[in-house]
């Protein structure tokens, strides 16, 4: 597909080493963006796990109800 995007613009006039460097930028932008967005994502605040400790209130509840 990358292939695809470096024919493309060397016909449309661009020089194919400059339609190579511009593919190639464009892909490493985005790999950044897809880094910097998945380690924003393991940040330890993110991976608490909140609705298993929800469930397990809930549960310890409804166990003490039952009990009475």
């Given amino acids: 597909m990358l292939q695809a995007l470096i024919i493309a613009l ?3 006039g661009l020089g194919a080493g400059w339609s ?3 593919v190639g930028v464009v ?3 985005l790999g950044v963006i897809l880094l910097r967005t ?3 994502s393991m940040a ?3 991976l608490t796990p909140d609705r298993t ?3 397990l209130k ?3 509840s409804a ?3 039952q009990v009475r």
């Fill in 10 to 12: 060397t016909r449309a």
């Fill in 20 to 22: 190579s460097l511009l």
């Fill in 27 to 29: 892909v490493a932008v």
């Fill in 38 to 40: 998945g380690t924003a």
């Fill in 44 to 46: 330890p605040s993110e």
């Fill in 53 to 55: 400790q929800g469930q």
């Fill in 58 to 60: 809930r549960d310890a």
């Fill in 63 to 65: 166990i003490k109800e």
